[in-house]
């Protein structure tokens, strides 16, 4: 029950609320206070309603608000499984209203009081404050979110387009001549090992910076370089970073360069978005559709015993019977 209160979303922590004004009771004890400046239709179940939030303590500590998250939160209203949920409080509001929620603790840790967190006392409340931006039909939420994701779409084959040229504008204009494989890896050996090169199921030891076309160190396992781009955690172990080859580890850029690599090679690495964090990104240094360029090193190789395909034996053939003996066996018949 706690998981749902503090993820279902509620709540606002705003001034304007007459502190003076007389709460009212649910039939399970939850408090309430409506302000409403323009009264309209009520919310209905299955509505979709777009809300700012925030979850309060008794003393204004703000537990979650949707203001530092940046972005309302957007729900179906249905009947209520507990009580600190607010689907009891969204059938008494409209569109613009805003309510302040007051939730007994002693009711939402029921049953488990050794759970309430230190920030809650008994016989206080949890104080949910919200303020209603928009209902929605299903059907109408339901075409604004298609809309949205086909505009997501269109931006998204924008970018890649962009992506493709931007590649190739970099490796030309900086003079770049790669090895490609059919994949679209490009790398360049830098200094070629002279052990064997690993194949998928051993594991390596390698060495690594990520960077952006535009020179943006975004990880590092090598402290200076780490330092340099301002991505030093001091609770990392700066060494190499290990990982079974062709498990889905690492990016595909990565479980592909490294078969090509002799083990104590040194190469330069330019992966496409598509074998590496493609319409997704990863993190604020690397959007969707960024391509990367890594320098690495493949300093160990763990190999492990890898079963060894045996040539299927072939039966012998039956000698055939000559037309000179079949003849022979008749004659003698």
Known sequence: MMKNTFYIGLLLCFFGFNAKAQFQSTPKGVQYQVISDKPGAKLKQNDIITFQA???????????STYQQGQPIKAQVHPSTNIADLMDIFPLLS??????????????FKGHEDAMPPIFKKGGNIVFKLKILQVQTLEEAMAERNAAIAAMKAEGEKLKVAEAAKFEDYLKSN????????????YIIKSAGAKPKPINGD?????????????????SSIEVDA???????????YEPISFA?????????????????NEGSKAKLFIPSALAYGESGSGPKIKPYTPLIFDVELVKVVRVKHETVKPAVKAPLKKKTTLKKRIAVKKKN
């Open 54 to 64: 925030v979850q309060c303590t008794d003393k204004d500590s703000v537990l979650f």
């Open 95 to 108: 569109v613009n209203d805003s309510a302040v929620v007051k939730v007994p603790v002693d009711s939402v």
């Open 175 to 186: 003079k770049i001549i790669a090895k490609t494989t059919p994949s679209g890896l490009r």
């Open 203 to 219: 594991t390596v030891y390698v060495n690594y910076t990520g960077r952006t076309l535009e020179g943006t160190i975004f990880d």
């Open 227 to 237: 330092k340099e781009g301002g991505v030093y955690n001091p609770g990392r172990p």
């Open 245 to 261: 080859l062709g498990t889905a580890r690492v990016i595909k850029g990565w479980d592909e360069a490294f078969l090509l690599m």
